[in-house]
């Protein structure tokens, strides 16, 4: 049996289906994950696999000692010092969930790609012509914010986002912001129900 808690520590299963579901990260295997999708309740068509990554805070004044790039450098080692990776396999997903993940992943495509064919062709068009026109630099400015913007639906679309779930600092539990009633239930009694 899994005992469903909150980060305030209500039992309630109700209740933790408003705030965050936390349950041990042993239980993210396709035998003990419930049938159903995390955010809609909906019963699961396909089961992934991906990784979660805990958030870390890093010690230190950006400041004062993170002003330049060695600083730079010593945050970031300090902060793969601390990340903690869970793996979680088979966990549910929904007919809506897939497509929310294809229509993000979609628009970021659309603006990376459609950004670099924009730069590319300012470039080649300046080239060409031999002139300097606004036109060529609107368009080649415009190319690189779309693909800088393209992180913003990429992101959007990454698994721990769709399934709303992130890990402890530890990594010894998966917690799940907002979950549907349907998957609390089943998590609190054990999962496990259908394997697509």
């Given at each position: 049996m899994v005992v469903v808690r909150t980060e305030d520590g209500v039992d309630d299963v109700a209740e933790a289906a408003q705030k965050v579901l936390e349950f041990p990260a042993e239980l993210c295997v396709p035998e003990s994950l419930p049938g159903v999708c995390s955010w809609h309740g909906a019963p699961c068509t396909r089961r992934i696999d991906f990784a979660l990554q805990s958030r870390v805070e890093v010690s230190g004044n950006r400041v004062?000692?993170?002003?330049?790039?060695?600083?730079?450098?010593?945050?970031?080692?300090?902060?793969?010092?601390?990340?903690?990776?869970?793996?979680?396999?088979?966990?549910?997903?929904?007919?809506?969930?897939?497509?929310?993940?294809?229509?993000?992943?979609?628009?970021?495509?659309?603006?990376?790609?459609?950004?670099?064919?924009?730069?590319?062709?300012?470039?080649?068009?300046?080239?060409?012509?031999?002139?300097?026109?606004?036109?060529?630099?609107?368009a080649l400015l415009g190319g690189f914010a779309a693909m800088l913007l393209a992180a913003v639906p990429f992101s959007m679309g990454g698994v721990p986002r769709v399934v709303r779930a992130r890990t402890s600092e530890g990594g010894e539990s998966v917690l799940v912001d907002r979950p549907h009633p349907a998957f609390a239930a089943e998590v609190s009694r054990g999962g496990g129900a259908g394997a697509p």
């Open positions: 004062l000692g993170g002003g330049n790039v060695l600083g730079l450098f010593g945050r970031l080692g300090e902060r793969a010092g601390k990340v903690v990776v869970t793996r979680v396999r088979g966990w549910p997903l929904c007919p809506k969930c897939l497509v929310r993940r294809l229509v993000w992943f979609g628009a970021a495509q659309v603006l990376f790609w459609g950004g670099l064919l924009a730069v590319l062709a300012a470039v080649a068009a300046r080239v060409v012509t031999g002139e300097t026109a606004a036109v060529f630099g609107a």
